[in-house]
């Protein structure tokens, strides 16, 4: 089939005003041709060009949009998101979850790379309607039950990969949260899990994460103590968390 639009982006650069493309039944790019075509085409009205990526997505949180206040800082976040994740069903979950997926859909997103704590997102990928990488994050920034810590991820890191069988279109890895939620042990029983996985980590996201790693003060201090998490072996590096 061809087709063509008002323009048409390659994912590099725009073609050629006219610019033709020949689309087999499959949805795959046979050809792309010049304007002599054009009169042959089907038009759309608009802009044709590759699927986007949704490199970092929560889908399992979709339920808690509009709970938690905008722009107070990403600790007043961190620490919000305890006391909202479960203060509803699994039904308004489900619904929120799958509305947001096909909200990406819908805005041209052909892969996703999701963080998950839990399974709760097995049934979106089940749909088989987009790529996905499912980034099963470990948590555990303490140097006691490293061992217990890491294996609740790698249940539900197994949950995910016994679903695989038979699917295209999905991947999942063993991942960091964030520096400093993730104790040294923990950071090494990730690394040795499968040398070849796709990483992804919460990094960078604001002054207090360098701040807690340059002096080991400020507002990730006070996230670590309000939820009862004894740091007390944490040496602070001098350096950024990056570069640490």
Known sequence: MLITAKQIHNGHKWLPEGSVIDVSETGHIKAIYDATLRDEALFYEGILLPGFVNAHCHLELSHIKDAIPELTGL??????????????????????????????????????GDIANTTESLDLRYLDLMHFHTFVEAIGFSE????????????????????????????????????????????????????????????????AEDEYYLVKHGPVNKLLHGLGIDDSFFKPSGKSSLQT
């Open 144 to 207: 006691t039950n490293v061992q217990k810590l890491f294996s609740r991820s790698v249940h539900v890191y197994n949950e995910f990969v016994e679903q695989q069988a038979g699917e295209k279109k999905t991947e999942q890895s063993i991942v960091p949260h964030a520096p400093y939620s993730v104790s040294h042990s923990l950071f090494r029983m990730i690394d040795a899990h499968k040398k070849d996985a796709i990483i992804s980590i919460h990094n960078q996201e604001s002054r």
């Open 75 to 112: 600790i007043p976040f961190l620490q919000t998101i305890p006391r909202h994740r479960n203060n509803f069903t699994e039904e308004f979950k489900k619904d929120a979850r799958h509305n947001a997926f096909h909200e990406m859909l819908k805005n041209g997103i052909v892969a996703v």
